[in-house]
């Protein structure tokens, strides 16, 4: 029976955090309350609620956007310029800088600018960036622009990634917000393509049109988060850490944070690749037209966007550590099959359902690091992974570019491979199994990087001990 005093303690608990009887618990050797889960955010239990979950997808649909027409463009900025693959591809390593200095600040920006901090922050580092890339200067202040849009998308990714993600129905609602990013994705390159190859227009002139949406999602994200801040963050949090500030470097400590940050920094730089160079192997590889291989690239985000809504319902159904393993285990079968199969057809409909597996891979690796992760490390563990993850769209389709510019583009695919195959592995060493809510109970038995994989190792050493 709990002691008065431990029964006290209980009833303020449940009443600051809003939680269950069942979601409260003493340890067998402390006094202290252990918080076992607390109490989810529904996406629409208020208007506030439903306002900022629009937003925010509004503001992932414009991240797509951005980042989808890279890859389209780029056979465009390279004739503009006269420039080589190597060259033309630091505007994708140019966002790396960006994304990695917010991974740096993004809990700091939480802790003392609250997420109405963030939403002025990347809303007015994107549009500067943009503004920069409307008047197409000399290539070397290009990839200065992307550094300011890869810092705010990075700053965006961090927060709204680990608000959703704590969220009632966080794969469902993960889904949709990453689908909003692959929709961007889609008509991103659409847009551009129609207007270069059917309008005759120049490359730049489509970031009138992604500037003007970009100032529409400014005005909504900073109205939906002006109430979000810092004083209300930190109170949020008050239960889980005092209210004191968790930091980048205590949540770097942990090898969870790196399992994910470079798990999704391998994700990331895949998905970034096959979206920015599509439309350049198709070209120069599979022989298409050009409006046609412009296509191409929509046909994958298409894919993507589709893969993250649908498959969404599914992977918190069957658990985020099975669902994942399987959606890899078929992107690794089809990117053999796009590689392997000389014709555009059959790279077309092999690189849609390329996207489409591909699809909720991040959204599902969110979920998990909330469920194996304390609360009060969410912003800043999911933060600096998101954000180096982030990195993997510079560094990997910029390492594609360096090496096509000596042995061609169509190194892009065993590159691809290669990378879903790490990623795989590295999957498979996240703690919890492959049973549905192992995940929690891992956390709960403190389980570590690669515990089944050890498990597993000391069976076989007992198993070949029997054998001998």
Same mark, same amino acid.
């Given at each position: 029976?709990?002691?008065?005093?431990?029964?006290?303690?209980?009833?303020?608990?449940?009443?600051?955090?809003?939680?269950?009887?069942?979601q409260?618990?003493?340890?067998?050797?402390?006094?202290?309350?252990?918080?076992?889960?607390?109490?989810?955010?529904?996406?629409?239990?208020?208007?506030?609620? =439903?306002?900022?979950?629009?937003?925010?997808?509004?503001?992932?649909?414009?991240?797509?956007?951005?980042?989808?027409?890279?890859?389209?463009?780029?056979?465009?900025i390279?004739?503009?310029y006269?420039?080589?693959?190597?060259?033309?591809?630091?505007?994708?390593?140019?966002?790396?800088?960006?994304?990695?200095?917010?991974?740096?600040?993004?809990?700091?920006?939480?802790?003392?600018?609250?997420?109405?901090?963030?939403?002025?922050?990347?809303s007015?580092?994107?549009?500067?960036?943009?503004?920069?890339l409307?008047?197409?200067?000399?290539?070397?202040?290009?990839?200065?622009?992307?550094?300011? !849009?890869?810092?705010?998308?990075?700053?965006?990714?961090?927060?709204?990634?680990a608000?959703?993600?704590? =969220?009632?129905?966080?794969?469902?609602?993960?889904?949709?917000?990453?689908?909003?990013?692959?929709?961007?994705?889609?008509?991103?390159?659409?847009?551009?393509?129609? =207007?270069?190859?059917?309008?005759?227009l120049?490359?730049?002139?489509?970031?009138?049109?992604?500037?003007?949406?970009? !100032?529409?999602?400014?005005?909504?994200l900073?109205?939906?988060?002006?109430?979000?801040?810092?004083?209300?963050y930190?109170?949020?949090?008050?239960?889980?850490?005092?209210?004191?500030?968790?930091?980048?470097?205590?949540v770097?400590?942990?090898?969870?944070?790196?399992?994910?940050? !470079?798990?999704?920094?391998?994700?990331?730089?895949?998905?970034?690749?096959?979206?920015?160079?599509?439309?350049?192997?198709?070209?120069?590889?599979?022989?298409?037209e050009?409006?046609?291989?412009?296509l191409?690239?929509?046909?994958?985000?298409?894919?993507?966007?589709?893969?993250?809504v649908?498959?969404?319902?599914?992977?918190?159904?069957?658990?985020?550590?099975?669902?994942?393993?399987?959606?890899?285990?078929?992107?690794?079968?089809?990117?053999?099959?796009?590689?392997?199969? &000389?014709?555009?057809?059959?790279?077309?409909?092999?690189?849609?359902?390329?996207?489409?597996?591909?699809? &909720?891979?991040? &959204?599902?690796a969110?979920?998990?690091?909330?469920?194996?992760?304390?609360?009060d490390?969410?912003?800043?563990?999911?933060?600096f992974?998101?954000?180096?993850?982030?990195?993997?769209?510079?560094?990997?389709?910029?390492?594609?570019?360096?090496?096509?510019?000596?042995k061609?583009?169509?190194?892009?695919?065993?590159?691809?491979?290669?990378?879903?195959?790490?990623?795989?592995?590295?999957w498979?060493? =996240?703690?919890?199994?492959l049973?549905?809510?192992?995940?929690?109970?891992?956390?709960?038995?403190?389980e570590?990087?690669?515990?089944?994989?050890?498990?597993?190792?000391?069976?076989?050493? !007992?198993?070949?001990?029997?054998?001998?």
């Open positions: 029976m709990l002691q008065p005093r431990r029964l006290m303690d209980k009833a303020i608990c449940l009443r600051k955090t809003k939680a269950t009887p069942r409260f618990r003493y340890s067998e050797t402390e006094t202290k309350p252990i918080y076992l889960k607390r109490r989810l955010v529904r996406w629409n239990e208020s208007g506030a609620i =439903m306002y900022r979950f629009v937003a925010t997808s509004n503001s992932f649909i414009l991240k797509g956007m951005s980042d989808g027409v890279t890859g389209a463009l780029i056979p465009y390279e004739t503009y006269n420039i080589t693959y190597t060259i033309v591809s630091l505007v994708f390593l140019a966002p790396f800088v960006g994304y990695l200095v917010a991974s740096l600040v993004n809990g700091m920006v939480h802790h003392y600018a609250g997420q109405r901090g963030v939403a002025v922050m990347a007015f580092s994107r549009v500067a960036g943009l503004l920069t409307v008047f197409h200067p000399p290539y070397p202040v290009l990839p200065v622009a992307m550094l300011f !849009v890869g810092f705010g998308n990075g700053l965006e990714d961090s927060a709204w990634n608000w959703v993600g704590n =969220m009632h129905n966080a794969n469902e609602l993960l889904g949709i917000m990453h689908g909003a990013y692959g929709l961007g994705a889609t008509i991103g390159p659409l847009i551009a393509t129609a =207007m270069i190859t059917k309008g005759g120049q490359w730049y002139t489509y970031y009138y049109v992604q500037l003007g949406a970009d !100032v529409v999602g400014v005005t909504l900073i109205t939906s988060f002006w109430g979000a801040t810092a004083k209300a930190r109170e949020s949090h008050k239960v889980h850490n005092g209210g004191q500030r968790t930091t980048t470097r205590q770097l400590r942990k090898p969870l944070t790196w399992l994910l940050a !470079v798990f999704l920094l391998g994700y990331v730089g895949a998905e970034v690749s096959l979206g920015g160079w599509i439309v350049t192997f198709m070209l120069r590889v599979r022989d298409a050009p409006f046609i291989a412009g191409s690239a929509t046909f994958f985000w298409l894919g993507l966007t589709v893969g993250r649908i498959l969404g319902f599914i992977t918190g159904r069957i658990g985020e550590k099975l669902a994942i393993t399987i959606y890899l285990g078929l992107t690794v079968v089809l990117q053999l099959l796009y590689w392997l199969v &000389p014709t555009f057809a059959a790279s077309a409909v092999f690189v849609t359902f390329l996207g489409f597996f591909l699809g &909720p891979l991040f &959204p599902g969110i979920v998990a690091a909330t469920k194996l992760l304390p609360s490390q969410h912003v800043s563990a999911i933060g992974a998101c954000a180096f993850g982030g990195g993997g769209a510079a560094l990997v389709p910029f390492a594609v570019g360096a090496i096509a510019e000596s061609g583009v169509y190194v892009l695919q065993p590159i691809v491979l290669a990378i879903l195959v790490t990623i795989l592995l590295l498979l060493a =996240m703690p919890g199994g049973r549905r809510g192992g995940l929690e109970r891992a956390r709960e038995n403190q570590g990087v690669g515990h089944e994989i050890g498990q597993a190792i000391r069976w076989a050493k !007992v198993k070949t001990g029997k054998t001998a």
